[in-house]
């Protein structure tokens, strides 16, 4: 069965500066998706970016991209000039091609400050 | 569009009480999920159904969890009787299988709270 660990639990970085969130996983298979989502304090669950394994171009999303080293299986989320409004906890999560059910990392919380 | 729609948002019960959560997925989309978040588990799978058909329902916990996919845009998750270890927040998520590249969108989620 495949795991995403988050290393993480807690993390902080000041406005404006960059921050960095790690996730690993495990898995036996060669073609998948990986996903990192945002709970902010509303706890509504927000799609952030995501990350087709067999593209080797790393995903982005305005502030957002991703490091994924697949040798590694290693998925990290960087998050450039941070804003207040990126406070939340942040999920990653894998998907297999062939089957739909997503499985979660523990979560990273992210404290930003003025 | 409106997004995922789940209701109630909060629900208070008493052990043994039914209770009955509601989810109306993204018009358009074919594949709607339960998710159940806790602070000991964090977020699983609970069922998921794909054009109103459950494929795997393997994360319910007991028997005394049900759900219903009547018709595209309506699923229901009920938990007959509830009990206290089942407070948690219960997500509701929607997307579209078009071949593997389906990209799931929760709702706000259901807080339940059985005393």
């Known amino acids: 069965a495949q795991t995403v660990t988050q290393s993480q639990p807690e993390m902080s970085v000041q406005e404006a500066e960059t921050v960095t969130l790690s996730c690993t996983y495990d898995?036996?298979?060669?073609?998948?998706?990986l996903f990192w989502y945002k709970q902010p304090p509303s706890r509504q669950m927000i799609l952030v970016i995501r990350?087709?394994?067999?593209?080797?171009q790393n995903a982005t999303e305005n502030r957002f991209s991703v490091n994924f080293q697949k040798a590694a299986k290693s998925f990290s989320l960087k998050i450039s000039d941070s804003q207040l409004g990126d406070a939340a906890m942040y999920f990653c999560a894998y998907r297999s091609v062939g089957f739909q059910k997503l499985v979660f990392g523990t979560g990273t919380r992210l404290l930003v400050s003025p | 569009d409106a997004g995922v729609i789940q209701s109630p948002r909060h629900e208070v019960t008493e052990m043994g009480q039914e209770v009955t959560l509601r989810c109306k997925p993204i018009?358009?989309?074919?594949?709607l999920f339960w998710y159940r978040q806790t602070m000991m588990r964090g977020l699983e799978l609970l069922i998921y159904f794909n054009n109103n058909v459950p494929i795997d329902d393997s994360g319910m916990p007991e028997d005394r969890f049900s759900a219903k996919m009547p018709n595209a845009s309506f699923s229901t998750l009920k938990i007959q009787p509830s009990e206290p270890r089942d407070s948690a927040v219960y997500f509701c998520?929607?997307?579209?299988?078009?071949?593997?590249?389906?990209?799931?969108?929760f709702g706000p989620g259901t807080r339940l709270t059985v005393l």
């Open positions: 990350q087709e394994a067999y593209k080797q």
């Open positions: 018009s358009g989309h074919n594949s």
């Open positions: 998520a929607s997307s579209f299988r078009l071949e593997n590249t389906d990209t799931q969108y």
């Open positions: 898995t036996s298979e060669s073609d998948y998706y």
